[in-house]
C-alpha cells in the first residue's frame, strides 16, 4: 500500500503526496502542485550554521543565540508559519522566559478572520464540508490558483462530493469579487466575476445585504445594481454557500463589522460560512497555540517579572520595529527582510539577529546567528493546523543530520 | 543618436497592488537568489495606455519609487487583467516590499496592496539585483 505524505507548500497541507526517494532525497513528488513539489523537493541554497558571518558548529551557534537573548532587554520572536505547532510552543516558552515580544505573520494579515473565528463571531466550516456540500463558493481578494493552487480541485470547485456529484459542471457555482482579474477570476467566467475598485469591499457587503434585505442596492462607484441584485439572487438559494477570504479584503476592511453584517444576513435567508485563505503551512497553528496559552492569537509581549501576556497594536511586529522598542530578534521559518516592507524591516539589521530557517534568505545574510533546521514536513514531523482549523499529522520523510527548530528551540531555551 | 538621450523620460504617478503568483512562489522555494525568482518577482504589470504614456515597450525595465525606496524592474504589459490604467500590479517579493510605505496608522498593518509610486523608462538600466534592494 502507498504512503500518503503532508505538503508543507501552503496551508491547505494536502495530505495525499507521495514521494519517490533516491539516496535519502526527495527525488520524485507525486500529486502536489508545482510550488508544493519545490517545497518538498527542497531549496538548492541551504543555510548554513554561522556566527557573525563564519562557518560555526551548531553548539556554537546556539550558546551565541542564547546569550543574544538573555543580553536583550525587550528581544522580538518573530515568524512560526512554517513550523510545527510543537516548535511555535517552544517559541511561546522562550518568549515567556525571555520576557520576549512574540508575533507572527497572521499580524499583518489573516489574523483578524482567525481571531473572529476562534472567539466564535464568524461561522465556519472545515475543508471536506466544502468538498461534500457547498455549492456556491465566493473568492473574495482571494486568487487561490496561484496562493493555495490544489484549493479549487481538491476542494472547493471541481471534484465530486458527496452531495455534489456533479462537480463544478452543474453542482457548484464558483464567484470571485476582486479589484483584479485574476486567474481564479477567470475560472468563474465573466458572469461570475466582480470587479470592484481598491478600498470598495466593505460598500460591495453593504450593497449586497441590502440586496438580500429587499432593498436597492447602492454603492458610490455605481456598480450595476441589477449585477447585484441577480448575486444576491445566486446566494439566497445556495444550500451550502461559503466565502473564502483572501488578503485582498482583509487588507481592504479597516474594521470586520460589515463581514459580520454579511454573514449574518447571509445566514438568515440561506447557510453560509467562511475560511480563510491562510497562506504559511501552520499560521494557524501559531494562532491556536498563543491563544490557548493567553487569549490572544498574536502580538504578544511577556511581562519579563510577572510572565503576563501585554497585547495590542504596539506589540505588533511591524509596530515594535517601528518604533524600534525591541534590541535583538529570533526569526524562525520567515524571511522578514522580503516579506515586510523594507522600510519596516530595515531596522533588524541594526541588532543582534538569530534567523532559523532550512534555506537561505535575505535576512540571514544579515544576521548574527544562523542556525538551518530540518524541513519540516520532509525532514522533521510534527502536527500542524490547516487554514480551516483541522489537525494534520506530519510523518518524517527522509533523515538528516540537522536539528529541527522544535529541537533549536529547546536548546537555546536550556542554555538561557 | 536622437533627442530622446536629452529629454527626460515621462513620469506617471500609479497606485500600485500587490498579488501572488504560483510561478514567483515556486521559484522562491528553490531559490532565493536564483535567476528564476529575480525574473519572475522584479516585474510590474502595466495598462498598455500607461505603457504608451511612458513610452516604453513590453519587458524595458522602468524605475519604480517612491519616499520609501527605489528598485528597477521589468515592465510588462497586463494579460487577462481589465482596463487598469492609472493601477499597475507588482507581485509580493522584496523588490514591490522595497516601495511598501511604513505608515500603519499604527494599526500594525501596512498598505502591501494600496499604495503609491511613480513610474519612469529607465533608458536601459539593469533590474535591481535582491542582494541590492536592501
Ligand atoms: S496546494 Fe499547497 S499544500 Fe497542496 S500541494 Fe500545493 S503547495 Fe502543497
Same mark, same amino acid.
Given at each position: 500500500m502507498s504512503e500518503y505524505y503532508v505538503c508543507t507548500g501552503c496551508a491547505l497541507l494536502? %495530505? %495525499?503526496?507521495?514521494?519517490?526517494?533516491?539516496?535519502? /532525497?526527495?527525488?520524485?513528488?507525486?500529486a502536489a502542485c508545482r510550488k508544493g513539489v519545490a517545497r518538498m523537493k527542497g531549496c538548492s541554497d541551504p543555510m548554513e550554521c554561522t556566527v557573525d558571518g563564519e562557518k560555526a558548529e551548531v553548539d556554537t551557534a546556539i550558546s551565541k543565540a542564547a546569550e543574544i537573548l538573555s543580553d536583550a532587554k525587550n528581544p522580538l520572536i518573530f515568524g512560526h508559519g512554517n513550523s510545527s505547532s510543537e516548535a511555535q510552543k517552544r517559541s511561546i516558552a522562550l518568549a515567556k522566559k525571555t520576557g520576549a515580544y512574540i508575533d507572527d505573520t497572521s499580524s499583518f494579515c489573516q489574523g483578524p478572520i482567525v481571531e473572529a473565528i476562534l472567539q466564535d463571531k464568524i461561522k465556519t466550516c472545515t475543508l471536506d464540508d466544502v468538498r461534500h456540500k457547498a455549492d456556491v463558493i465566493i473568492f473574495w481578494g482571494a486568487d487561490p490558483s496561484n496562493s493555495h493552487p490544489r484549493h479549487l480541485s481538491r476542494y472547493s470547485y471541481f471534484p465530486r462530493g458527496k452531495e455534489r456529484q456533479r462537480g463544478w459542471e452543474e453542482d457548484r457555482t464558483a464567484i470571485t469579487i476582486d479589484v483584479r482579474k485574476s486567474d481564479t477570476a477567470v475560472i468563474s467566467g465573466d458572469n461570475r466575476f466582480y470587479q470592484i475598485p481598491m478600498g470598495g469591499d466593505a460598500e460591495f457587503m453593504d450593497a449586497l445585504v441590502s440586496a438580500l434585505s429587499g432593498k436597492v442596492p447602492k454603492t458610490s462607484y455605481g456598480f450595476d445594481v441589477k449585477r447585484i441584485l441577480e448575486l444576491s439572487g445566486v446566494l439566497k438559494k445556495a444550500k451550502f454557500g461559503v466565502i473564502c477570504?483572501?488578503?485582498?479584503?482583509? &487588507?481592504?476592511?479597516?474594521?470586520?463589522? +460589515?463581514?459580520? /453584517?454579511? #454573514?449574518?444576513? $447571509?445566514?438568515?435567508?440561506? %447557510?453560509?460560512?467562511?475560511?480563510?485563505?491562510?497562506?504559511? &503551512?501552520?499560521? !494557524?497553528?501559531? @494562532?491556536?497555540?498563543?491563544?490557548?496559552?493567553?487569549? &490572544?492569537? @498574536? !502580538?504578544? =509581549?511577556?511581562?519579563?517579572?510577572?510572565?503576563?501576556?501585554?497585547?495590542?497594536?504596539?506589540?505588533?511586529?511591524?509596530?515594535? $520595529?517601528?518604533?524600534?522598542?525591541? %534590541?535583538?530578534?529570533?526569526?524562525?521559518?520567515?524571511? +522578514?527582510?522580503?516579506?515586510?516592507? $523594507?522600510?519596516?524591516?530595515? &531596522?533588524?539589521?541594526?541588532?543582534?539577529?538569530?534567523?532559523?530557517? +532550512?534555506?537561505?534568505?535575505? *535576512?540571514? *545574510?544579515?544576521?548574527?546567528?544562523?542556525?538551518?533546521?530540518?524541513?519540516?514536513?520532509?525532514?522533521?514531523?510534527?502536527?500542524?493546523?490547516? #487554514?480551516?482549523?483541522?489537525?494534520?499529522?506530519? =510523518?518524517?520523510?527522509v533523515d538528516t543530520d540537522k536539528l529541527s527548530d522544535e529541537e533549536i528551540l529547546t536548546r537555546i531555551t536550556e542554555a538561557i | 543618436m536622437g533627442f530622446g538621450q536629452f529629454l527626460a523620460a515621462p513620469e506617471i504617478k500609479l497606485k500600485i497592488v500587490t498579488y501572488r503568483d504560483v510561478f514567483q512562489n515556486t521559484a522562491q522555494e528553490t531559490s532565493r537568489f536564483g535567476e528564476d525568482y529575480e525574473k519572475l518577482s522584479a516585474v510590474i504589470k502595466l495598462d498598455p495606455k500607461d505603457m504608451v504614456k511612458l513610452s516604453i515597450k513590453e519587458g524595458e525595465t522602468v524605475v519604480v519609487k517612491n519616499a520609501f525606496g527605489k528598485v528597477v524592474v521589468t515592465a510588462q504589459s497586463s494579460g487577462h487583467e481589465e482596463a487598469h490604467q492609472g493601477i499597475a500590479y507588482m507581485v509580493n517579493g522584496p523588490w514591490s516590499n522595497a516601495l511598501v510605505p511604513d505608515e500603519t496608522g499604527g494599526t500594525g498593518v501596512p498598505k502591501f496592496k494600496d499604495f503609491?509610486?511613480?513610474?519612469?523608462g529607465s533608458k536601459g538600466e539593469k533590474v535591481t539585483g535582491i542582494r541590492d534592494i536592501f
Open positions: 494536502c %495530505d %495525499d503526496i507521495e514521494v519517490d526517494i533516491e539516496g535519502n /532525497k526527495v527525488a520524485t513528488v507525486h477570504v483572501g488578503l485582498g479584503l482583509v &487588507y481592504s476592511l479597516e474594521e470586520l463589522e +460589515p463581514l459580520f /453584517k454579511l #454573514m449574518n444576513k $447571509l445566514n438568515e435567508v440561506s %447557510d453560509f460560512n467562511l475560511i480563510p485563505m491562510v497562506g504559511q &503551512y501552520n499560521m !494557524r497553528g501559531f @494562532n491556536h497555540d498563543l491563544f490557548e496559552e493567553t487569549g &490572544y492569537i @498574536n !502580538r504578544v =509581549k511577556f511581562n519579563p517579572e510577572t510572565g503576563e501576556a501585554e497585547h495590542g497594536a504596539e506589540q505588533s511586529v511591524v509596530e515594535a $520595529l517601528r518604533n524600534r522598542s525591541v %534590541d535583538a530578534a529570533l526569526i524562525i521559518g520567515s524571511d +522578514p527582510l522580503s516579506s515586510l516592507p $523594507l522600510s519596516v524591516s530595515r &531596522y533588524l539589521a541594526e541588532i543582534p539577529l538569530i534567523t532559523i530557517d +532550512p534555506c537561505q534568505n535575505l *535576512t540571514a *545574510t544579515r544576521s548574527t546567528v544562523t542556525i538551518p533546521c530540518a524541513l519540516g514536513g520532509v525532514e522533521a514531523g510534527g502536527t500542524a493546523i490547516r #487554514m480551516d482549523g483541522v489537525e494534520i499529522e506530519m =510523518k518524517k520523510i | 503609491e509610486a511613480t513610474v519612469q
